[in-house]
T-cell receptor
Framework: KQEVTQIPAALSVPEGENLVLNCSFTDSAIYNLQWFRQDPGKGLTSLLLIQSSQREQTSGRLNASLDKSSGRSTLYIAASQPGDSATYLCAVTYNNNDMRFGAGTRLTVKP | KAGVTQTPRYLIKTRGQQVTLSCSPISGHRSVSWYQQTPGQGLQFLFEYFSETQRNKGNFPGRFSGRQFSNSRSEMNVSTLELGDSALYLC?????????????FGPGTRLLVL
């Protein structure tokens, strides 16, 4: 079964800290992996899209890496801010076009 | 440029009824994808349309269907509603099929089935 797991489920850090969110997937035959952000009661915002041929993507303070062989991706957030507080979701699209989401990591950045 | 819009934003239905949700993509975007989000199952992919053709479908029963019009607007329909269909339904659009391109999400339609 093609599953996506995110650890930790929740994370609380003080402002300014660098942090890492983890995503693991069970099948290495992936087409791409995406990281999203969801604010309470709202839709998703796409943060980073990594194609299967890529190892990482960067956008501002965010950096996402992909290691297909180990079935892992990490989202690194530098110098966290209270405005980063949200739920972060990882989604994997497999080569059979099946798209699976993780349950998310709820991040709280305290001022 | 206007974002993805979804109508209605909130909806209450009873079991057995059917419902149609609408999604207008960002101008110029030809791909529209639908997702269901529930507390129990999380976020799940429903289907994707590109240029009026269903390109991909998630693991949902046939009660869930969709279509896309020539102007790229999309509708999804759920027939014979069940309590478990209560969820936030999200629509996303992209220029090309979602796997190759960033998706932009609408605010969602929150459906409550009583």
């Amino acid at each position: 079964k093609q599953e996506v797991t995110q650890i930790p489920a929740a994370l609380s850090v003080p402002e300014g800290e660098n942090l890492v969110l983890n995503c693991s997937f069970t099948d290495s035959a992936i087409y791409n992996l995406q990281w999203f952000r969801q604010d309470p009661g709202k839709g998703l915002t796409s943060l980073l899209l990594i194609q299967s041929s890529q190892r990482e993507q960067t956008s501002g303070r965010l950096n996402a890496s992909l290691d297909k062989s180990s079935g892992r991706s990490t989202l690194y957030i530098a110098a966290s801010q209270p405005g980063d507080s949200a739920t972060y979701l990882c989604a994997v699209t497999y080569n059979n076009n099946d798209m699976r989401f993780g349950a998310g990591t709820r991040l709280t950045v305290k001022p | 440029k206007a974002g993805v819009t979804q109508t209605p934003r909130y909806l209450i239905k009873t079991r057995g009824q059917q419902v149609t949700l609408s999604c207008s993509p960002i101008s110029g975007h030809r791909s529209v994808s639908w997702y269901q989000q529930t507390p129990g199952q999380g976020l799940q992919f429903l289907f994707e349309y590109f240029s009026e053709t269903q390109r991909n479908k998630g693991n949902f029963p046939g009660r869930f269907s969709g279509r896309q019009f020539s102007n790229s607007r999309s509708e999804m329909n759920v027939s014979t509603l069940e309590l478990g269909d209560s969820a936030l339904y999200l629509c996303a659009s992209s220029l090309v099929p979602s796997g190759a391109e960033t998706q932009y999400f609408g605010p969602g339609t929150r459906l409550l089935v009583l």
